[in-house]
Antibody, heavy 119, light 105 residues
């Protein structure tokens, strides 16, 4: 049973970079046919996909965020990370990491971490 | 980009009612469509994958159907524990979520 856990600062200043890490346990991040993705949810609003990285290393991003997003993998730590640059208050949200099997069935999620953008 | 239009945005029903939510894709996504349940303060959970397949451990009162651009999700007999927000998600091209449907009793 794979488990995911997000970690990172809960408060980021405007114009800075938001950085989060997702630690995967119960399975190897570098094996199988999976996507490892990031999804966010502003308070009281819906889910927004941010980006994903495949076990083979391919990345894809939401076109609306693409210019500000980087996703990388550290196989030695069984982690993948999100960087979102030039943040504003509109980036305040709960950020989830998730595993996508068979190209997009999001079958395992982290518990989510709240990131607030404020000075 | 593929857009997902989900309706209704909210609904109120009684215990035992049949509840149906629809999702329309802006392009043909074959059966690359999933349904999730999200309870307050919790991460979403996968209920239905590939439009009509029940995820392991999910009660059989949940079902999904459709292909191409029109999809539906049904709770055959609403239970108190089904109070949640439900989302569709396409993965035919990148990933996109519908706006969500809040189900209340």
């Amino acid at each position: 049973q794979v488990q995911l856990q997000e970690s990172g600062p809960g408060l980021v200043k405007p114009s800075q970079t938001l950085s989060l890490t997702c630690t995967v346990s119960g399975g190897s991040i570098s094996s199988g046919n999976y996507y490892w993705g990031w999804i966010r949810q502003p308070a009281g609003k819906g889910l927004e996909w941010i980006g994903r990285i495949h076990t083979r290393g391919t990345t894809n991003f939401n076109p609306s965020l693409k210019s500000r997003v980087t996703i990388s993998v550290d196989t030695s730590k069984n982690q993948f990370s999100l960087s979102l640059g030039s943040v504003t208050a509109a980036d305040t949200a709960v950020y989830y990491c998730a595993r996508g099997r068979n190209w997009g069935n999001l079958d395992s999620w982290g518990q989510g971490t709240l990131v607030t953008v404020s000075s | 980009d593929i857009q997902m239009t989900q309706s209704p945005s909210s609904l109120s029903a009684s215990v035992g009612d049949r509840v149906t939510i629809t999702c329309q894709a802006s392009e043909d996504i074959s059966n690359y469509l999933n349904w999730y349940q999200q309870k307050p303060g919790k991460a979403p959970e996968l209920l239905i994958y590939d439009a009509s397949n029940l995820e392991t451990g999910v009660p059989s009162r949940f079902s999904g159907s459709g292909s191409g651009t029109h999809f539906s999700f049904t709770i055959s007999s609403l239970q108190p524990e089904d109070i949640a927000t439900y989302y569709c998600q396409q993965y035919g091209d990148l990933w996109t979520f519908g706006q969500g449907t809040k189900v209340e009793i």
